[in-house]
């Protein structure tokens, strides 16, 4: 009788299922759709830090990415032209610049969500309350991840 698998080798499953599944999903962010604002990846990066971490510098972005600060800049500028990103001085320090999601920016992740889940829709049989708890398992991780990765961005860049 074959019994679960150990944890590791399920929570290891995930991992590389997640990371397989990202890379067709994010492709979609990247061209055009109808009433939605694509992106390209780096821009894309930079918009899941702004998600988590509104309010993040630009220093702190580019340390994140191992990037110049410069070129850095040039992405945020592009995503503020495209109305999803805006720049404000901290309060306090008019020097410091933070950069924050706009609501267009929140507006066009649920058009993707809506064009993700189309694609997904045909590619699982799982049930509702399957879904559901993956849907939860993965949520909660990804929540784990982002607190993990907060707590420590300015000492340890993210991969």
Do not use: C
């Not at 649920?110 to 559901?132: I, K």
């Not at 993956?134 to 990765?149: C, D, M, S």
């Amino acid at each position: 009788m074959t019994g679960t698998p150990p944890r590791s080798e399920l929570l290891g499953e995930i991992g590389q299922s997640v990371i397989d599944s990202f890379r067709y999903l994010q492709r979609e962010v990247t061209v055009p759709h109808a009433g939605l604002i694509h992106i390209t990846r780096s821009e894309a990066d930079i918009m899941r830090i702004l998600m988590e971490e509104p309010g993040t510098t630009v220093t702190e972005i580019a340390r994140a990415f191992g990037q110049h600060k410069s070129n850095t800049s040039a992405r945020i500028a592009a995503l503020v032209e495209k109305g999803l990103a805006e720049k404000r001085s901290a309060a306090g320090d008019g020097r410091e610049v933070r950069v924050y999601p706009t609501v267009t920016a929140r507006t066009n992740l649920e058009g993707y969500r809506q064009v993700w889940a189309e694609h997904l829709e045909p590619l699982s049989t799982a049930s509702d309350e399957r879904l559901a708890i993956a849907a939860e398992v993965l949520g909660e991780i990804a929540e784990a991840l982002a607190r993990g990765t907060t707590a420590s961005s300015s000492e340890n860049p993210r991969p």
